[in-house]
């Protein structure tokens, strides 16, 4: 049964507000936004197209906290801006129950992006991370179960060390998650 989000259309931020209210690594994020490029034609003309379909709306679970949101959400505002797909932003910290729903392995990890119908009803989801970069924190946590223990801290730095630098791998950031929503809409 796919869960329904209604009633939260008209409760988040838009993504200018989202930006205009950052308290935490706003230069970084304002950054990648003015940076993002298309890696190719086709991806560009594949969102304005769907500037013809107004059959979907995108939720997005984020914190300014999160260097992960830092990374991806720039690129997913400059996506869904060509798209004209209506979308909002929900605060992690003021919409739990919606985040409790979307876990990662049992963690609370942002961002979430949800695309609905007009109805609420999700179709499909995308994040926290693109999936060559997750791959590298699945293992971590698989191997590393323990956030008590002694060397957690010290191995977890490591493995954002390795994180930032798949971000970047091949054509980066912006071509990944665009790769991957692209991928994840066009299935509806």
Request: hydrophobic share 40%; with cysteine.
């Amino acid at each position: 049964m796919s869960m329904n989000w209604s009633h939260k259309f008209g409760k988040g931020l838009s993504p200018k507000q989202f930006m205009d209210g950052m308290q935490r690594n706003k230069e970084a994020f304002v950054a990648g936004y003015e940076a993002f490029a298309w890696h190719n034609d086709d991806d560009r003309e594949f969102f304005e197209s769907l500037n013809f379909r107004d059959d979907l709306r995108v939720l997005i679970l984020a914190a300014d906290w999160c260097g992960d949101v830092v990374r991806s959400i720039p690129v997913v505002f400059r996506a869904l801006e060509t798209s004209g797909i209506d979308t909002e932003v929900l605060i992690l910290e003021e919409h739990p129950e919606v985040m409790d729903q979307y876990l990662t392995m049992g963690g609370r990890s942002v961002p979430i992006i949800l695309l609905t119908d007009t109805g609420g009803h999700v179709l499909g989801q995308w994040g926290p991370r693109p999936k060559q970069v997750q791959e590298i924190m699945i293992k971590f946590k698989q191997e590393n179960p323990d956030r008590e223990a002694p060397d957690y801290e010290e191995k977890i730095a490591v493995v954002r060390k390795q994180m930032g630098e798949k971000y970047e791998e091949g054509a980066g950031v912006n071509a990944s998650v665009v790769d991957e929503l692209r991928e994840l809409i066009s299935g509806f």
